[in-house]
Structures are given as C-alpha cells and as structure tokens.
C-alpha cells in the first residue's frame, strides 16, 4: 500500500523541452522523458542568431525545409495541448530567461552531432545547471551514440566495414518511444515569435516552387514515405539505387537530416520486413543508414571535418582556381549532360541522386581541379538534406582525403557513368530538356553526335547545349598530375 507521504502527486512546475534537429513527437526521448515527469511541458525552437557561435546555419535549402517541418511540428504540438514557442536569439540566455520565468524545473533536449551545437550546448546546462535547473539531455539522432562504437583498442573507427560490423552486430539500437497521447500546458501560456516573420523562405525571388513540388515536409509524410519505400521500392533497392532516373531510394535524407524520423524507427520498421525474402535488401539500405552513424562519428572526432582535410597532404594539392568552370558546375553547363542534369536535380528539386553527387563531386574536385570545400558549401546551400556530418564527410571522401576515402585516381568518367546507370537517358532527359531528343547513344555525348542527328533533336552545341568545358581526357591527366606532385611533396 503506498502510504500518503509517498503519493505520486501531479508536478507543477513545467518542463522545457527544446526541439532541435528532431522534429518529430515519435521516438523523441526529451519529449517522452518529459512527460513522464507528468507535469506541464513547453515545446521550444531557438533560431539561433549567431552564425559564428553555435551549429553551422542552415543554408537556403535547409532554411525552406525547417520553415515548413516547423509549422507541421506546431500543429501537431497544437492538437497534442501545448503549442510550440518560437524564439530567435542566443539559446543560453533564451532558455535561462524562459526557465526562470516559468519555474521550469528542467531542460530536456535531444544531442545534436554539430561541434557548433555541442559547444551551445555545453553553455546552456552550465548556465541552467549554476540556476538549479536540472539538465537531461538524450541520444535521439542516431541508432547508437559514437561513443559506444570503438575499435578493440578503444579507439574510433576510421574504416566504415568494421565500424559497421562492430555496430550491426554487437549492438541491438533500441526500441522506438511512441508519441504522446497528450501534453499539459503551463498555465498563462508563454509568448512565441511567428514563425513567418523569421523569413526562412525565399521571397524575392522565390525560387522553392521545384521544392513545393517534390516535397512534403513533416513527421507524417516522413512516416508515410518510409512506409512507401519499404512496401514496394525496397524490393529493387540493390540495383534501383544506382538508377538516377528511377524513384528506387528511400529519399529519407532531409527526414533523417532534421529528424522528422529516428533512425531507430527506420532501422526497426525495416528489420521487421527482413524475413520477406527482402534481406539482401534491407541490409544493403541498412548500410547506408549505417554510413550516416560512421559520418556522424567521423564529426564527433574530427569537429573541422567542413574545411580541414582529413588528409593533410591535401592542403599542398596544387588546386585550380577555374571560377568560370565552377560557375559553369554550378548551374549545370558544363557540357557532360549527366553533370548539368545533376546539378540542375539538386537547383531544382533540393535533393540530389546519390550516384550523380559523386559523378558532379568527382568532376569538380578532378576534372575542374578545384577545391572540395566549394562544392561542399553549394550543396550546403542548396540541399535540402544538407547535413553537417554526411556532406562534410562524403565531399573529403570524393576528394580522396577523408576517412575510407575513394582513392584520388578513381576519377569517374561522366560518359560512362551515364551509359552505366542512365543507360536509357531518362534522367538526363528530366533534367536537361533540351537533349530530350537525342538518341540514346549521343544522350551521354552529344558532341559525338553526327551534325544530321544533333539537327534532327534541335540541338546546336555552343547554342543550345554547351560543348563540354574541359576534355574529361586532358582533365584526368591533369588531376592525376598534381596528385602524384602532392605525393612525392609529401
Ligand atoms: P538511401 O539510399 O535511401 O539511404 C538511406 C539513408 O542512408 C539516407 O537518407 C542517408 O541518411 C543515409 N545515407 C545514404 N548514403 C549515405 C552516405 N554516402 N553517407 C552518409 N549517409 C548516407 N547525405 C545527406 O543526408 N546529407 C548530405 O548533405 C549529403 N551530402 C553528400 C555529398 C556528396 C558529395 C555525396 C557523394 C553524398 C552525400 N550524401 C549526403 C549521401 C547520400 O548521397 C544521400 O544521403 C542520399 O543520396 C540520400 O538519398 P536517400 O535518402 O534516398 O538515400
């Protein structure tokens, strides 16, 4: 029998919850723990105002997605009983104010990987920590924190296979938290920005419209596209991942990325569907689930993973300064249609192909011989998926200097690339309509496309589509050069 004095009596005094980059009311630790305590909770998002002090601000891409994953999150917050307060400022003072004016007894946050983010960090608890506020903070971005995953000496992997084998298989990555039934709000409400006056999307000019038409942000259609994705595109995962012009991925990135979905409820949704015959599929998807844990590990160890080489012979590589080719990259006109029709997907749409951000890495980094931080800092800006860790992590490993990094000569050839895995043209077909004509054969080289075929699709090189701005030939040669040159510099 519980005697009086031990009553488990209703807690009065709130807690903070503060959303970060796990925009979701599913499989949020802070969020559960915090309703556990069973008293009045209070959502928080903090647009944080200094870019030189705190995680690394989201470029226009990302600044779209979080406008629209915010307003999905607060009404869903809404019908849950506790509106979500908005705030723009300095996190530490933000969150120290809000607590003391509403008696919070605690702050409860879910670990964001960014350096930037876990300095902020560090200052919000010890400033909450010196007023009394108790401080919890939770791993919800990542299936098992970096810390755990340790070779047998103890020390971080800097291979992915046995990063993934120690944590596939020595590591069971715990069950989703459901969502809450209900959340209390404080009594007298706390004041919030409007999230329409922080000006998170493109006005003049608005260039989202490509965006508004592949994307849905938001905890729902998250879960809906995994759903999708598991029962039907996942089937000819192994093979469909390679094929830019086929809807044969998960397209999770930007849900992962702002954690509209946990990686925990991707990894058990799909081991639940592994006996179907399926896999050999869903643990090649796992394994890419798995690249982003070695990713975030890799910025954990190595906090300047966005400028600094991990390779440090790199910074002697003798890079071009070619700004005309890279403007050229940048928009996609460069000629080889597979890197404009990648390059055109992530300007238009946001999001890129996997296979085509290495085909368009590699031709920036090897055949234009320009530095990897350019096109790490374009993507940045225009993806929506742009992540701290996974693109720092994947331009050092297409430059050749990062951790289990593709060698520097593998340089990818843009014409066989294309035949390989857009064997019918589709992709490059959506993206750079006005080869949309061509042959198959020339669809990857239209300057080996005789004058009567180029005629007979409309296109006129130099005019309509412009001849290639390097020979990919003459290009390799060059790369390979300067990389041999860094070697024996060494
Ligand atoms: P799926 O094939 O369905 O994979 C499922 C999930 O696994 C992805 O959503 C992603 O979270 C993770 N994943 C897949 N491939 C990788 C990888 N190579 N490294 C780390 N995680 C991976 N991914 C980002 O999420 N953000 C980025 O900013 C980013 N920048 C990249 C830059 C370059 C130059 C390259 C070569 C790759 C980059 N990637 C990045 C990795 C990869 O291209 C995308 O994660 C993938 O294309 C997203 O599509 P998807 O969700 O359909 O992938």
Not at 198 to 222: I, K, Q
Not at 354 to 380: C, H, P, Y
């Amino acid at each position: 029998m519980t005697s009086p004095s031990t009553t488990i009596r209703p807690v009065d005094s709130p807690a903070i919850v503060w959303f970060r980059r796990d925009l979701r009311v599913a499989d949020n630790p802070a969020l559960h723990h915090a309703v556990e305590r069973g008293g009045p909770v209070v959502p928080v998002f903090i647009l944080d105002a200094d870019p030189e002090d705190g995680p690394r601000p989201p470029g226009g891409a990302g600044r779209w997605w979080l406008h629209h994953s915010l307003e999905r999150l607060a009404e869903t917050l809404r019908g849950l009983g506790s509106p979500l307060v908005l705030r723009r400022g300095d996190a530490v003072a933000i969150l120290a104010e809000m607590a003391e004016a509403l008696g919070a007894e605690a702050v409860m946050w879910n670990h964001d990987h960014d350096p930037g983010a876990a300095a902020r960090d560090d200052k919000v608890r010890e400033a909450l920590t010196a007023k009394g506020i108790a401080v919890e903070s939770f791993n919800g971005a990542l299936l098992v924190e970096p810390e755990a995953i340790r070779s047998k000496a103890g020390t971080p992997f800097k291979v992915f296979t046995p990063f993934w084998k120690t944590l596939s298989t020595g590591h069971d990555p715990a069950r989703p938290l459901p969502a809450p039934a209900g959340l209390r709000a404080p009594a007298g409400g706390v004041a919030s920005d409007r999230l329409e006056d922080w000006g998170l999307l493109p006005v003049t000019p608005d260039w989202a419209g490509g965006l508004r038409e592949d994307w849905v942000p938001g905890e729902a259609a998250a879960g809906e596209r995994l759903t999708d994705f598991l029962d039907e595109i996942v089937r000819d995962y192994r093979t469909g991942r390679d094929r830019p012009g086929r809807d044969g991925t998960s397209r999770l990135s930007p849900r992962l990325r702002w954690g509209e979905i946990s990686p925990r409820q991707v990894w058990h949704a799909a081991r639940m569907r592994a006996d179907d015959g399926l896999e050999p599929a869903i643990e090649a998807f796992l394994r890419e689930i798995g690249w982003r844990e070695f990713t975030h590990g890799l910025l954990v160890t190595n906090p300047d993973l966005g400028t600094e080489p991990m390779d440090k012979r790199f910074n002697k590589l003798r890079w071009r300064d070619d700004d005309a080719g890279v403007e050229a990259w940048r928009r996609g006109k460069t000629g080889y249609p597979i890197v404009d029709a990648g390059m055109r997907q992530l300007w238009q749409t946001g999001w890129m192909h996997n296979r085509v951000r290495m085909i368009t890495g590699s031709f920036l980094v090897k055949d234009l011989l320009a530095r990897w931080q350019i096109g790490e800092e374009w993507f940045w800006d225009t993806l929506v998926d742009a992540c701290p860790a996974n693109n720092t992590a994947n331009w050092q490993w297409i430059a050749g200097c990062g951790a289990d990094p593709a060698p520097f000569f593998r340089v990818f050839n843009p014409v066989l690339q294309g035949r390989k895995f857009d064997p019918e043209g589709d992709y490059v077909r959506q993206f750079v309509p006005e080869l949309a004509e061509l042959p198959n054969r020339y669809i990857h080289e239209p300057w080996n496309a005789p004058t009567d075929v180029l005629a007979k699709a409309g296109v006129e090189l130099g005019t309509t589509y412009p001849n290639p701005i390097v020979d990919h030939g003459t290009a390799r040669d060059r790369a390979l050069a300067a990389f041999r040159e860094m070697r024996a510099a060494a």
